[in-house]
């Protein structure tokens, strides 16, 4: 595996808010202005983007391996057969 951790700025739509936590894992941002200033504020912080990207790396190995994934769709698919949860499938984090 990539011995590299890189901070991460995304825009926080669908997906990207499963993997990346506001200011632990990335920056998130909802338009190109916050954009902009989280890009400078990554730039400008050394400090910051190694943590950033270090507890992202972290996150990506432990909680989005195979073994995971398949442990959290096990997980949800029992409850829906016990009756657990609801009808939706877009709560369906695997």
Do not use: F, Y
Not at 3 to 10: E, G, K, T
Not at 19 to 38: C, F, K, M, Q, W
Not at 44 to 58: C, H, S
Request: proline share 1%; net charge negative; charged share 30%.
């Amino acid at each position: 595996m990539c011995d590299r951790a890189l901070p991460v700025v995304a825009q926080a739509e669908g997906g990207v808010r499963e993997t990346v936590i506001d200011g632990e894992t990335g920056l998130l941002v909802g338009n190109h202005s916050e954009l902009h200033l989280a890009l400078e504020r990554i730039l400008n912080d050394e400090v910051l983007a190694r943590r950033i990207g270090a507890a992202a790396r972290r996150r990506a190995e432990s909680t989005w391996t195979l073994s995971a994934a398949t442990d959290r769709l096990e997980s949800r698919l029992v409850d829906l057969v016990e009756g657990k949860g609801g009808s939706e499938g877009a709560d369906l984090e695997l």
